[in-house]
């Protein structure tokens, strides 16, 4: 997850790098923050979502949700093509589907699950090769952004003791500038993800199992956090790193029982194949269960969270837990979800579907 003024600053080294001034450099800095405006119809989405059937739902989901089409190549095609027949300028159009490509590429090397051949596909990916606070990716954008601000400043009449000797060294050096900064960023966010590739060959070699790409996260510049089913009963979780390989490791029970609950992994696995994976955004890698009696009122509680969740700190990409309650006698049930450890919100009875 790249930040939005970093988005904004990449867009802006595009334009400059290009030799955009005006109209055309302030359009290109847009495009490459234009993905994050879908925002607009997540709105919508949140209005409609509790009144539709679940498969309308979802469907609007991919549509209108965060990450979800406007990050999409199809949606990156389709502004690159209206950009195109609007302007019939070849070096503009190539700024413009590089700014908004570029945001998409950044938040699927950096951010989470996104869905980039939708409609095509549905199934979800991740590249996570870029810790989402990687100071290259997020604050050598900043540059541009601030050349583009100090220029607004001076022209407008402010500043004009300020900055002097940088706006000189700028204007001096202003094309080999930005395309020594633009190699820089492009080289980075290239060798990082063909780097990851090598680590986890490295560690599936190490385990003699394979492991995924896809389900190894960056916990910090270099490091890594990741899994693999080990057997039936318990998934493996390890911490791993350029330097120094696996770092440490743990073993996470997939079901676990609170009181001897009796069918303790038919409530399990009802959460996970007759609910949950009919769900949107299905966060969740490695699903862990913790069922647990309600004495006296004759339900059974159901957590279902990611196995990495208590390895990480402040971190969105799998720390929502599902609560559901089941009334023993009847099968019915309540759901709830929460984020970050925040307020547990009640589910509506759209999110799964019910067989």
């Known amino acids: 997850m790249v930040n939005t003024l970093s988005h904004l600053g990449i867009g802006f080294l595009i334009a400059l790098a290009l030799g955009f001034k005006g109209k055309k450099r302030n359009m290109v800095a847009f495009l490459a923050i234009l993905p994050d405006l879908d925002f607009i119809p997540y709105i919508l989405f949140a209005l409609l979502s509790s009144s539709v059937s679940h498969e309308t739902r979802n469907q609007l ?31 503009f159009t190539a700024a413009g589907f590089a700014a908004i490509l570029s945001h998409s590429y950044l938040d699927y090397a950096t951010s989470w699950k996104m869905r980039p051949f939708y409609p095509f596909s549905t ?6 090769a870029v810790y989402f606070f990687d100071p290259i990716a997020n604050l050598l954008p900043l540059l541009p952004l601030f050349i583009v601000l100090v220029g607004y400043q001076k022209n407008r009449g402010r500043w ?13 050096n202003h094309r080999s500038l930005y395309r020594i900064l633009a190699v820089v ?3 980075w966010i290239t060798v990082l993800p063909v780097a990851k590739f090598f680590l986890v060959n490295q560690v599936s070699e190490a385990e003699e199992t394979k492991i995924s790409y896809q389900g190894t996260y960056p916990v910090s510049p270099g490091r890594f956090l990741t899994a693999y089913e080990c057997n039936d009963t318990h998934f493996k979780i390890m911490e791993i790193s350029y330097l120094s390989g696996i770092e440490r490791s743990d073993f996470i029970e997939k079901v676990n029982s609170t009181g001897g609950v009796p069918n303790a992994a038919a409530y399990a696995e009802r959460v996970g194949e007759e ?7 299905q966060e969740i890698d490695y699903p862990v269960y913790s069922v647990s009696e309600n004495g006296g009122n004759g339900s059974v509680t159901v957590l279902l969270s990611d196995a990495r969740n208590s390895y990480v700190e402040s971190w969105a990409y799998f720390r929502t837990v599902y609560r559901f309650v089941f009334d023993k006698e009847s099968g019915e049930y309540e759901a709830y979800a929460s984020e970050q450890e925040g307020r547990e919100r009640r589910l509506e009875g759209n999110y799964f579907k019910y067989n």
């Open 61 to 91: 989901f991919y549509l209108l949700g965060h990450r979800e089409f406007m990050h999409s190549i199809l949606f990156i095609l389709l502004i690159t093509l209206f950009i195109w027949l609007r302007t019939k300028d070849r070096l």
């Open 123 to 128: 199934e979800s990916s991740i590249m996570g």
């Open 160 to 172: 004009n003791s300020k900055f002097n000797n940088f706006c000189t060294f700028v204007t001096n």
């Open 185 to 187: 960023l492009l080289v």
């Open 275 to 281: 609910l949950y994976s009919t769900a949107v955004p």
